[in-house]
């Protein structure tokens, strides 16, 4: 695992189950955003009421062990990445009282990681409609393929949820002992009613007068006037703009109607908001993009600054487009062309060989028929072509 600071607390705790208040775009409250495995149905009279389901992950964590849907803090920590739990550890551990963390129904909110719709302007491949209502009709069209992400992720989700109710996240940060930190994910959280609607009702009632973060988490393509002039009374915005690939690529891997030179005006007007305390280019790696990322790298520093921060964040699921089902060479290829210097655990880790059980129970040669369906299939209902940009994908497509 990462070396880092670790508390003396057990070796998989993490404070998201005592701090943070996840609610997700689906209706459903869980213990972060990168744990999805419990989905636990909101109540419009209580929110964030402690769940002896909750209280049961903290005493397993408490005594050290693993949490089922932790995997990616996991495997980040095991591949030498700076992990969600960690970074966790370091922002919100000096909040809590460390002598009350096994009381049941101890919590202090103090971070609120809010999807409120899945609303999205875009379908990008490796979503689905449970973050974006624009895969819906594409997703109908695929439901056939029964392996694929697209349904896996849909089961268990309750449909006779009441929804998100603004007035009782308002409420809870108005209980909130001393500031808070929101961020704000989708669907794509610019282009929702409800993130208005809250950011509206936060300054009405001052509460952004001691939020001392606001981090954004956006596509950036589709925004209006009046959101961004409530934005702009926030102290402080962390703002984190998902750019996966360019030019051609990035219309096709984002699903987008909106083309490559108009994506970069628009972000151009967001990055200029005057209270943008840190702008992150957020790069998603996968099958369809790794070997464009170096050349994303030195778009970016040309396009934001040099200084602009590059987080590098490696898809471990759907499994059909990771990048480890391409072919060594090809992952070798593309960390020649990644400054190691500043990227050095990502070169380390595309010249490292995969395991043989990166893909569970499936051969390698399983999860690129995976691939092949998956991107035909896809191609076919969005009058595309991925050798049509990619050539050289002509060897997995064959």
Same mark, same amino acid.
């Given at each position: 695992?990462?070396?880092?600071?670790?508390? &003396?607390? %057990?070796?998989?705790?993490?404070?998201?189950?005592?701090?943070?208040? *996840?609610?997700?775009? #689906? +209706? @459903?409250?869980? !213990?972060?955003?990168?744990?999805?495995?419990?989905?636990?149905?909101?109540?419009?009279?209580?929110?964030?009421?402690?769940?002896?389901?909750?209280?049961?992950?903290?005493?397993?964590?408490?005594?050290?062990?693993?949490?089922?849907?932790?995997?990616?803090?996991?495997?980040?920590?095991?591949?030498?990445?700076?992990?969600?739990?960690?970074?966790?550890?370091?922002?919100?551990?000096?909040?809590?009282?460390?002598?009350?963390?096994?009381?049941?129904?101890?919590?202090?909110?103090?971070?609120? &990681?809010? %999807?409120?719709?899945?609303?999205?302007?875009?379908?990008?491949?490796? *979503?689905?409609?449970? #973050? +974006? @209502?624009?895969? !819906?009709?594409?997703?109908?069209?695929?439901?056939?393929?029964?392996?694929?992400?697209?349904?896996?992720?849909?089961?268990?989700?309750?449909?006779?949820?009441?929804?998100?109710?603004?007035?009782?996240?308002?409420?809870?940060?108005?209980?909130?002992?001393?500031?808070?930190?929101?961020?704000?994910?989708?669907?794509?959280?610019?282009?929702?009613?409800?993130?208005?609607?809250?950011?509206?009702?936060?300054?009405?009632?001052?509460?952004?007068?001691?939020?001392?973060?606001?981090?954004?988490?956006?596509?950036?393509?589709?925004?209006?006037?009046?959101?961004?002039?409530?934005?702009?009374?926030?102290?402080?915005?962390?703002?984190?703009?998902?750019?996966?690939?360019?030019?051609?690529?990035?219309?096709?891997?984002?699903?987008?109607?909106?083309?490559?030179?108009?994506?970069?005006?628009?972000?151009?007007?967001?990055?200029?908001?005057?209270?943008?305390?840190?702008?992150?280019?957020?790069?998603?790696?996968?099958?369809?993009?790794?070997?464009?990322?170096?050349?994303?790298?030195?778009?970016?520093?040309?396009?934001?600054?040099?200084?602009?921060?590059?987080?590098?964040?490696?898809?471990?699921?759907?499994?059909?487009?990771?990048?480890?089902?391409?072919?060594?060479?090809?992952?070798?290829?593309?960390?020649?062309?990644?400054?190691?210097?500043?990227?050095?655990?990502?070169?380390?880790?595309?010249?490292?060989?995969?395991?043989?059980?990166?893909?569970?129970?499936?051969?390698?040669?399983?999860?690129?028929?995976?691939?092949?369906?998956?991107?035909?299939?896809?191609?076919?209902?969005?009058?595309?072509?991925?050798?049509?940009?990619?050539?050289?994908?002509?060897?997995?497509?064959?």
């Amino acid at each position: 695992m990462l070396e880092t600071a670790q508390p &003396d607390i %057990s070796p998989t705790f993490c404070p998201a189950p005592w701090a943070i208040s *996840c609610v997700n775009a #689906n +209706s @459903t409250v869980g !213990l972060c955003c990168m744990n999805q495995s419990y989905n636990i149905k909101t109540k419009d009279d209580g929110l964030f009421d402690q769940h002896d389901q909750i209280d049961a992950i903290k005493q397993r964590m408490l005594a050290g062990e693993k949490i089922r849907g932790c995997d990616r803090c996991y495997a980040d920590e095991r591949n030498n990445f700076k992990s969600l739990r960690t970074q966790y550890i370091e922002d919100f551990l000096p909040r809590l009282d460390i002598n009350r963390l096994s009381e049941k129904n101890y919590q202090n909110i103090v971070y609120f &990681d809010l %999807s409120l719709e899945s609303k999205c302007n875009q379908k990008c491949r490796i *979503c689905g409609p449970y #973050n +974006s @209502t624009a895969w !819906l009709k594409d997703a109908e069209q695929m439901s056939d393929l029964d392996w694929s992400h697209i349904n896996h992720m849909m089961r268990g989700i309750p449909s006779d949820n009441p929804g998100i109710s603004v007035s009782k996240i308002i409420d809870t940060m108005q209980a909130a002992d001393g500031d808070i930190v929101i961020e704000l994910k989708g669907g794509e959280p610019l282009y929702t009613d409800s993130v208005y609607e809250l950011l509206s009702r936060m300054v009405g009632l001052k509460i952004h007068e001691r939020t001392t973060i606001v981090r954004i988490f956006t596509n950036g393509t589709q925004y209006d006037q009046k959101l961004l002039d409530v934005l702009a009374e926030f102290p402080a915005i962390r703002l984190a703009i998902s750019i996966d690939a360019v030019g051609r690529l990035h219309e096709y891997t984002r699903g987008t109607s909106v083309s490559w030179d108009e994506c970069r005006r628009r972000w151009a007007r967001l990055v200029d908001l005057p209270n943008i305390k840190n702008l992150k280019i957020s790069n998603t790696i996968y099958a369809y993009n790794l070997h464009d990322v170096g050349n994303l790298h030195s778009w970016a520093r040309s396009e934001f600054g040099k200084d602009v921060w590059i987080s590098n964040s490696i898809l471990n699921g759907p499994y059909q487009l990771k990048n480890t089902l391409l072919p060594q060479a090809w992952r070798e290829a593309a960390a020649d062309l990644i400054d190691y210097g500043e990227h050095h655990k990502l070169v380390d880790y595309l010249r490292r060989p995969i395991g043989p059980n990166e893909f569970g129970k499936l051969s390698l040669q399983e999860a690129r028929e995976h691939f092949k369906i998956y991107t035909q299939r896809l191609d076919q209902l969005r009058g595309e072509n991925i050798l049509d940009i990619v050539p050289h994908f002509a060897e997995l497509m064959a």
